[in-house]
Nanobody
Framework: VQLQASGGGLVQAGGSLRLSCAAS????????MGWFRQAPGKEREFVAS????????YYLDSVKDRFTISRDYAKNTVYLQMTSLKSEDTAVYYC???????????????????WGKGTLVTVSS
């Protein structure tokens, strides 16, 4: 599967952005999907994941109640709706997919088999 993330940009603190991850090659329903991020000088961290059929979602504690992950099977796309953005959300965001690791596994292991190129989110304070 090939993953293409988009939707990043510059936003003021308190603002919103929606990231998209378009999957090609195989139907996205074959994959558990996730979003990760990496800030400058920091390790990559898990942000959110969604199970293959969208029945389970998992979030980093610091983004719960602010971020929502969802998927559109018709468009083979996964979204990350981000609201109430904070300066500490500034990072390169990556989407990821896996057929074996579940959405919960992605949260616990911070790993996935397939990765897209990142999209930069910059939150100005």
């Amino acid at each position: 599967v090939q993953l293409q993330a988009s939707g990043g940009g510059l936003v003021q603190a308190g603002g919103s952005l929606r990231l998209s991850c378009a999957a090609s090659g195989r139907a996205s329903s074959n994959y558990h999907m996730g979003w990760f991020r990496q800030a400058p000088g920091k390790e990559r961290e898990f942000v959110a994941s969604i199970s293959r059929w969208g029945t389970s979602t998992y979030y980093l504690d610091s983004v719960k109640d602010r971020f929502t992950i969802s998927r559109d099977y018709a468009k083979n796309t996964v979204y990350l709706q981000m609201t109430s953005l904070k300066s500490e959300d500034t990072a390169v965001y990556y989407c990821a997919a896996d057929t074996v690791r579940t959405a919960r596994d992605m949260q616990s292991t911070k790993m996935a088999d397939y990765w897209g190129k990142g999209t930069l989110v910059t939150v100005s304070s």
